[in-house]
């Protein structure tokens, strides 16, 4: 078929539906059909998917020829016969869920067309015949994740399978920039293009900070591929659920379930709503909250998040389809591109914490082409509202926040070595020279390679006598290989670089699975506890072998499972907008609401704005705060607090305490300190700040936690087999701190200790943005107040320092007391 023949059947599909091939889709056919590889940049649901398999459909149809009836040996087939597919397209998806939808979507228009292509999924919930099939190779286009590309890859035969393989196709490819998973993918990358010199590569990405970057982590060896802008972005409207004027309303901490009622009232107000949490436990606690005041069926009202089971989400997500469900109350995990047309409105209960995830989820609503998105926010304490008012500020600027991927993650690349000696076997020099042409391995060293390969043949120097540390063998030909059948078993079991805290399965007496919750929640509870998860209070009937059997509580209240990693910092971007927002003459509905209070914080104190530091020392009956307002996100403000508090120590003798949130931290001295403009100026030099965090935040400890999780990604730590009792967290932590140790103690070069320190500095401490906050304060003019009392700004942080005091008060009651005296003295 020829390519005119070939489009017009392509155009006339699209006819048939009513729609019109877009400029970006034909931009994409073309440079695809001339052999281009690159990255399609486009807001979900504008039809980023048909311009990206377009290409592939075309190629298909212009290969139909009259020997299509021939094997791939040349020998005609028996009439009535399909020819045996072979795998010409990989579509790689970071999302399980998403890749359903995807192959659905893919499917679509190939019969239509007159493509006989077959679709197979390959994730860890596909079917054993569809995992079969893509082992096999034996379908034309197969949608898979990061991991299941790399165990495929971890078999010898598979380079044969993949003979016919044209295109790769990495869809959402920003959530897989910054993280492990992206690094993983991009060696599994390099390695088809090295073996398929012909290979296109394709990435679809949301609008980034840094596309260019994003193309070229991508494409290494293709410096000035075409990077497609596609439709415009869809317009984002944010709209504020805000109390009524004077209305009592929190100034911190708080679930925001005192908008329940007005959150009921959106909520039938529409057909079908997604009502979006930041955390897990606070979606079980708003499902639990909705559920007691549900007027309709219960059905019409359901919980998706990441810890349930995965036939419970799916039921979810086909409700969400059919538009049998009124609202689902959900986290991130119905955050990337699931179709959902029915869906008319999306809610965001409390801080959306950065630009591109409010427009994510802004995305999810009215997702049909044409229409703009909405979002509804709905603020827990007053300065979400602030927060609100940025974030439309910068939806209007056109600001997004970066991607930072990762470099030199030694244990994926460990990870990555034992799956390539068992994937046929490989030579030292060759490998190297493939993982330095990738981005997240281009600054790789001799010595750090010498030291991962010493890693995957004896554990290194310490563990060299422990026989279970022996996986690859160097054999007298020089390739590297693995010979043990139990290594390379438990070996295919651990790839991936996905790790969290131990769990346990939730399950019935008598039925199915629920989901998991962590080990150390379960741990605390006896059998007869009550506990709320899956939108259901569940009794502990007994826990045996990391598995937790439940039954229907009858009555009573339960307590909500907790999730560490729960909290996500603000943005940088949005904090810098939030900044300009209190700074600035009141605009917006969300501006003039808080405008009462804003005159209280000016009244007090001072506002802070984008070109000056805000510092507020108040003494208190039980001693003097600093109060410091950078904006910069929790783990960069707890970062600040920690080198502060350590540089004051070296000016006299004394004991901090401190706390922090994403807008600020507070210093509690032990003994008053004195703070003028030259001593502040002195605490935010940026000069030293790599051995100060040393000092100042117990980076061995840190290391050593962070350790855990690099230990399971290297294989390090050994997992247990199938059929054997799976090991706890406990029995985890033990082994990660006793191997920490060992190596400490016997081989302190090794490169997973030198690479835990590195990540607790880049990613817990995000060295690079502290910096850059540091620099950033120093260029700004001091406002150095001292208020009388607490004020609006310095009562969340002054809550917050709460949490870690002991006291036979929980921290609600004192933090609501103190807060209703505050409004007295103040009249809010």
């Known amino acids: 078929m020829t390519r005119r023949e070939a489009m017009a059947r392509l155009r006339a599909w699209f006819e048939r539906r009513g729609w019109k091939p877009l400029p970006f889709q034909q931009a994409v056919w073309r440079h695809y059909l001339a052999g281009e590889s690159g990255l399609l940049h486009t807001p979900t649901g504008s039809g980023k998917t048909l311009a990206m398999f377009g290409g592939p459909v075309l190629q298909g149809l212009m290969d139909l020829t009259n020997d299509a009836r021939l094997t791939t040996n040349g020998r005609e087939l028996p009439r009535g016969r399909k ?26 228009p190939l019969a239509e067309i007159g493509l006989d292509w077959e679709v197979g999924l390959r994730t860890g919930d596909a079917s054993a015949r569809d995992k079969r099939l893509a082992r096999e190779g034996r379908v034309d286009v197969l949608v898979t994740t990061p991991e299941s590309l790399a165990l495929l890859l971890s078999y010898p035969d598979t380079a044969t399978r993949l003979r016919e393989l044209r295109c790769v196709v990495v869809d959402e490819w920003h959530e897989l920039l910054g993280n492990k998973r992206g690094v993983l993918l991009q060696l599994n990358l390099q390695r088809l293009r090295d073996a398929l010199p012909r290979l296109q590569v394709w990435g679809l990405s949301a609008t980034l900070g840094n596309l260019q970057q994003a193309r070229e982590v991508l494409l290494p060896d293709i410096p000035h591929a075409p990077m497609i802008g596609g439709a415009r972005p869809r317009p984002v409207t944010v709209e ?61 009202l359901a919980l998706h998040h990441g810890s349930l089971d995965p036939a419970v989400r799916r039921t979810v997500e086909q409700g969400l389809r059919e538009g049998t469900l009124r609202c689902v109350v959900a986290t991130s995990s119905l955050d990337l591109g699931v179709d959902f047309p029915a869906v008319d409105q999306v809610l965001q209960i409390g801080s959306p914490k950065g630009i591109a995830r409010l427009v994510q989820r802004a995305g999810r609503a009215r997702h049909r082409p044409g229409e703009s998105g909405h979002i509804v926010c709905v603020p827990s304490h007053a300065l979400e509202v602030a927060e609100y008012a940025a974030a439309r500020r910068a939806l209007a600027e056109g600001v997004i926040e970066s991607r930072r991927p990762l470099q030199l993650s030694l244990d994926v690349l460990a990870q990555h070595c034992v799956s390539c000696a068992l994937g046929g076997g490989f030579r030292a020099d060759a490998l190297f020279a493939q993982v330095r042409r990738t981005h997240a391995f281009a600054a790789l060293d001799e010595a750090h390679w010498q030291g991962v390969l010493d890693f995957i043949v004896q554990g290194g120097q310490a563990l060299a006598q422990y026989p279970d540390f022996h996986k690859v063998v160097r054999d007298d030909d020089g390739v590297y290989r693995v010979h043990d059948r139990r290594v390379a078993l438990r070996h295919r079991l651990s790839i991936g670089t996905i790790t969290s805290d131990g769990s346990v399965q939730v399950q019935f007496l008598r039925g199915g699975r629920l989901g998991s919750v962590e080990e150390q929640f379960i741990s605390r509870l006896r059998p007869g506890d009550h506990f709320q998860f899956g939108g259901r209070l569940l009794e502990l009937v007994r826990l045996e072998q990391l598995t937790a059997y439940v039954r229907l509580a009858r ?101 901090f305490g401190f706390a922090a949130t994403d807008h600020g931290f507070v210093l509690a001295p032990a003994v008053p300190v004195s703070v003028d403009a030259p001593l502040l100026r002195r605490l935010l030099e940026t ?142």
């Open 240 to 300: 504020t659920l805000l109390p009524t004027q004077g209305e009592r309303f929190p100034w911190a901490g708080h679930l925001g379930l005192g908008q329940l009622q007005r959150v009921q009232q959106r909520l039938f107000g529409v057909r079908s709503t997604l009502l979006f949490t930041n955390t897990r436990a606070q979606a079980e606690l708003w499902h639990q909250a909705l559920a007691a005041v549900w007027p309709e069926s219960s059905g019409t």
């Open 555 to 655: 009555s009573g209240n339960g307590v909500v499972p907790r999730w560490q990693g729960g909290r996500l910092p603000m943005s940088d971007a949005l904090g810098q907008e939030m900044e300009a927002v209190l700074g600035a003459a009141p605009t917006t509905a969300e501006m003039r609401w808080l405008a009462p209070l804003l005159q209280l914080q000016a009244r007090l104190s001072a506002l802070p704005g984008p070109d000056r530091l805000l510092v507020e020392v108040v003494r208190r009956r039980e001693g003097q705060f600093v109060f410091v307002y950078p904006f910069a996100g929790r783990q960069v403000n707890e970062g600040m607090a920690a080198l502060m508090a350590l540089r004051l120590t070296r000016q006299q003798s004394n004991t």
């Open 83 to 108: 020819p045996v597919p072979v795998l010409r397209v990989l579509w790689i998806t970071p999302l399980r869920a998403l890749a359903t939808d995807t192959a659905r979507a893919l499917r679509e």
């Open 687 to 828: 000069d030293g700040l790599l051995e100060d965090l040393h000092t100042s935040v117990n980076l061995g400890e840190l290391a050593r936690r962070q350790f855990r999780d690099i230990a399971r990604v290297s294989g390090l730590l050994i997992p247990a087999l199938p059929g054997r009792t799976p090991r706890s967290l406990r029995q985890l932590q033990a082994s990660a701190g006793l191997l920490y140790d060992v190596l400490r103690e016997h081989d302190p070069g090794h490169i997973l200790l030198g690479l835990a320190e590195r990540e607790v500095l880049a990613t817990q401490l995000d060295l690079a943005s502290l910096a850059h906050t540091l620099r950033r304060c120093q260029g700004r003019t001091l406002d150095l107040q001292q208020p009388a009392t607490l004020g609006p700004l310095s009562f969340p942080l002054w809550a917050e320092r709460l949490r870690g005091q002991i006291s036979n008060e929980d921290w609600k009651t004192r933090v609501r007391r103190a807060a209703a005296q505050l409004e007295t003295r103040h009249g809010h």
